[in-house]
């Protein structure tokens, strides 16, 4: 008999037992084993409904199976799946037309996870560089903030300022400083004629969505100007949608020299980032020097271009905007009554509660018992980013079951 057989454990306990035994223990995950998922509801194996207010960490902005998404993913499922780039595919094309025109760059960089974006831009700049500003070969250097999060690849890691990120990961690459976020001061001071690149989150999300002071992207925009340094926003998890913007870096009207987008960009059904900036930064890139046996699959594309089209209607924009500014009013309200503070902007709060209730991991897993699914950052930090298909009544079911926590 194996552990799922085993009629002795509920079976979540038997799916995690299973887990544990045959996966690597590099999560720590509520007790909730999905079985499946409709807008912004999830239901258990065991039958039992919750409100998904993490959303994939913004990956499912547009809710479990949008049905557009699901169609354009069922309508390409039928015709071809991967090409590689050996050959062409008729969605490429398209979809980088569609993606640099909703931007207003140029051309696309198409990856998968997030992290490849990072690590994709970051190969981008440096030969950038090398070859249009004329850093001597081998000496570019890239300005990143602490706190931040980029991925978790051994370039991403090696200039992270989180010990378990980085410890036991090393040696790193080189070229990386790393200044304090929202410190201009410390930015400018770090500038070196071998500064080939500012990359910073508009706003941190792993960090407890931290947004930053105002007047800091403008002020990194000028420092980059100022130096011929390009800027380089990490909108990874805060483009797309989640801020009620389609950029978190234009809401604060500002235009980066490189975009890199992930998560919600495969529309939550499939891997699909990018690196989108003009032909002046991504030309660089010639045949054999980047690619990917996946980036670019029809597939992916395909679904892309289904979120673009959603993206581009903007309704779903000025939802998260009245939806937003719905669910920070009544987080306000709890400031004071559990709740420390509340950062954030659109569907996207990080809330600090007040430890004489447990840490972030103790009111996570005491929502969760109340169905709603949010999860800690940083001790005793919640992240609530919610689909931004929910509505106001399940905003409220989720603002009220935070309350009721914090008050027993
Ligand atoms: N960049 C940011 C800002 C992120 O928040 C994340 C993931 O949380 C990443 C990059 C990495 O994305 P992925 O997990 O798809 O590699």
Known sequence: MTLMD???????ARHEALVHEHSAHNYHPLPVVVADAEGAWVTDVEGRRFLDCLAGYSALNFGHRHPDLVAAAHRQLDRVTLTSRAFGNDQLGPFCAEL??????????????????VESGIKVVRKWGYEVKGVPEGRARIIVA????????????GFSTDPDARGGFGPFTPGFDVVPYGDLAALRAAVTPDTVAVLVEPIQGEAGVVVPPDGYLAGVRETCDAHRVLFVADEVQAGLGRTGHLLATRAAGIDADVYLLGKALGGGILPLSAVVADGDVLGVLRPGQHGSTFGGNPLACAVGRAVISLLEDGDVLERARDLGAHLHDRLAGLVGH???AVRGVGLWAGVDVDPRFGDGRAVSEALAARGVLVKDTHGATIRISPPLVVTRGELDLAVDALGETLSR
């Open 6 to 12: 085993s009629p002795a454990l509920p079976s979540t």
């Open 100 to 117: 640099s025109g909703l931007l207003g760059k140029q051309m696309v960089l198409p990856m998968n996870t997030g992290a490849e974006a």
């Open 146 to 157: 602490a706190e931040g999060f980029h991925g978790r690849t051994t370039t991403i890691v």
């Open 338 to 340: 559990g709740v420390r």
